[in-house]
């Protein structure tokens, strides 16, 4: 049975920052291209970040570019999400997610590809 526990959700204000964390367990963490996708209330969960399985590759929406820095230590088991500069529009519950099969070599945004979820951790931004 896979396990991902996120961590590092809080509260923050506008143009602050946060770093979340993501441990996993269960199978091998460095076979597998890893992904943070939020939710925000009365919204669809949306990507967020991505990086593939070695850490070569990574993608990011449009609106965290910038802000934003996807990064993993398979030593581990963690994959990490650095947050800077944040809006109130960042807030949300954040969730960690492994792809569903090994060695993609590139990271997908496609919550479909992804099989193996966390339950989330909350962020909240104020201004």
């Known amino acids: 049975q896979v396990q991902l526990v996120e961590s590092g959700g809080g509260l923050v204000q506008a143009g602050g920052s946060r770093r979340l964390s993501c441990a996993a367990s269960?199978?091998?963490?460095?076979?597998?291209?890893m992904g943070w996708f939020r939710q925000a209330p009365g919204k669809e969960r949306e990507f967020v970040a991505a990086?593939?399985?070695?850490?070569?590759?990574?993608s990011y929406k449009n609106s965290v570019k910038g802000r934003f820095a996807i990064s993993r230590d398979n030593a581990k088991n963690t994959v990490y999400l650095q947050m800077n500069s944040l809006k109130p529009e960042d807030t949300a519950i954040y969730y960690c997610?492994?792809?569903?099969?090994?060695?993609?070599?590139?990271?997908?945004?496609?919550?479909?590809?992804?099989?193996?979820w966390g339950q989330g951790t909350q962020v909240t931004v104020s201004s």
């Open positions: 269960g199978r091998t963490f460095s076979s597998y291209a």
């Open positions: 997610a492994q792809d569903c099969v090994t060695g993609r070599p590139s990271p997908t945004d496609y919550s479909v590809n992804y099989c193996y």
């Open positions: 990086i593939s399985w070695s850490g070569g590759s990574t």
